[in-house]
């Protein structure tokens, strides 16, 4: 029986929707059959599955379960945790793919699902693939197992091993997402003192959206921080792929800045080795990675391109102004934010033993949060283009990696399409506030010459 996914839930790096309109089990089913299918003519037989915390993961999970069985597959179920968790099984276990249901950071009626086939992400083409063999019915038969594996603790013990990161005095917020029980085992072993928030998984989200990268969701973290005085603390988002932190004074330390923390102790380690950021991230971050003696590598903004570009080039290190950031050097290169916190524990401690100071000298910088501009599907990459265009003309120092990077001597400014959504995302960092402005009026002047209205909307 053929089946058609609504064309807004395949997106480039995972299937997304909302459940009971864009999405559900009979979609489940169907990325099941195909996804089976895909495996058993890789030549495998077993998948991990796990899920998130949303209240619609269980009968996804379900639905799932039965397309991959149906397709002759057994299936290894992880049950309720992040994705990194999944990640790991997909990594350790003998199993041959993996898939997590999981709605990730986005609001709670949301759910979605990530893969992982052979160790590699599975992404871009090979989800558009998934939807043509459910209309064709293109799909293996056959009557696979289940079983269940507790995870859990192996991952709480592969978080932990060799730990050498010093005891300080530390919050961590799990925003109710699936990171909660996992925080809740490492302060039990963690040394030092630590003050936990909202670890109880609730899909619903009652105490605020599990996304550290806007700061109003880390207002609690901040008050707590400097309630107690402690040394720093740690975000996750909702299904723990993603990292936020704030440092003692309850300043926020943004992906990039964590990034070029997290480097130093690598960087000591692996002298030279090429260090990954997206094209958002601040240029004091590759200055700052090159003045280690490494080799800053801007790439594009995307978890599975990010961690295509690694194994490209045999990068240790990689992370995203999201958040997301992938340690290949003594682990399995994909995005973890529990392993992310424990080595930022440890670089901490390596580097003087102060968050607070670290942030201290950061050079200041003055940047914009990611501003959004409404625009269609087939037009954004076409403004993107034409500005690119202008910019050449007019002789300017352009990078095309993802969209338009522009450098100034004020500093630099970025325009690129969205690739999850119908939208234009600019975002600007200068030394000071004068130049900030001016950056701001070239991409205005960009926008307008392509006819976008310059509607600056924060956040997302």
């Not at 495996?39 to 039965?66: C, K, Q, W």
């Not at 033993?353 to 990459?381: C, Y």
Request: proline share 5%.
């Amino acid at each position: 029986m053929s089946h058609r996914f609504d064309p807004t839930s395949l997106r480039e790096y995972d299937i997304r929707g909302i459940v009971g309109k864009t999405l559900g089990p009979a979609d489940a089913y169907a990325i099941g059959r195909g996804f089976g299918t895909l495996v058993r003519r890789a030549g495998g037989t077993r998948v991990a599955v796990g899920y998130d915390g949303r209240v619609s993961s269980p009968v996804l999970e379900a639905a799932l379960i039965e397309g991959l069985v149906k397709s002759g597959i057994d299936v290894v179920r992880t049950g309720l945790g992040p994705t990194p968790m999944l990640y790991y099984a997909e990594a350790t276990l003998e199993v041959d793919a993996g898939i997590q249901i999981t709605g990730s950071h986005n609001p709670a009626d949301y759910n979605g699902f990530k893969m992982v086939l052979q160790h590699r992400p599975f992404f871009g083409p090979d989800i558009q693939k998934l939807g043509q063999m459910a209309i064709d019915a293109d799909w293996e038969e056959g009557e696979g197992s289940t079983s269940n594996a507790d995870v859990m603790n192996l991952y709480v013990d592969r978080l932990m091993q060799g730990y050498a990161g010093g005891a300080f005095r530390i919050g961590w917020d799990a925003g109710n997402g699936a990171a909660g029980p996992i925080v809740e085992r490492l302060v039990k072993l963690l040394p030092g003192e630590h003050h936990t928030l909202y670890t109880e998984v609730d899909g619903r989200f009652p105490n605020h959206h599990p996304d550290p990268t806007e700061e109003k969701n880390l207002e609690d973290l901040k008050a707590l921080v400097l309630e107690k005085g402690l040394d720093f603390g740690v975000a996750f988002d909702g299904d723990g792929d993603r990292i936020g932190a704030v440092d003692g004074k309850g300043r926020v330390v943004w992906g990039d800045q964590l990034l070029s923390i997290l480097a130093e102790p690598v960087l000591r380690e692996q002298p030279g080795a090429t260090i990954i950021a997206d094209v958002k991230a601040s240029q004091a971050l590759f200055d700052r990675v090159a003045a280690l003696g490494g080799e800053p590598l801007m790439w594009k903004t995307g978890h599975s391109l990010i961690k295509t570009k690694m194994k490209e080039t045999g990068s240790p290190l990689a992370g995203e102004m999201s958040g997301h950031i992938f340690f290949a050097h003594d682990y399995y290169g994909f995005d973890d934010a529990q392993y992310a916190a424990i080595r930022l524990i440890r670089a901490v401690r390596v580097l003087g033993g102060s968050l607070t100071g670290l942030k201290d000298q950061m050079p200041a910088m003055v940047n914009t949060p990611e501003l959004r501009f409404q625009s269609s599907e087939d037009r954004k990459f076409k403004v993107v283009e034409e500005v690119l265009a202008r910019l050449e003309a007019e002789g300017a120092d352009v990078n095309r990696t993802d969209g338009a990077r522009v450098n100034t001597p004020d500093g630099w400014w970025l325009l690129r399409a969205s690739n999850t959504q119908d939208v234009l995302v600019a975002r600007a960092e200068a030394t000071d506030q004068a130049g900030l402005d001016r950056l701001m009026e070239q991409i205005n002047a960009q926008l307008a010459a392509s006819g976008v209205e310059p509607v600056l909307s924060a956040g997302h």
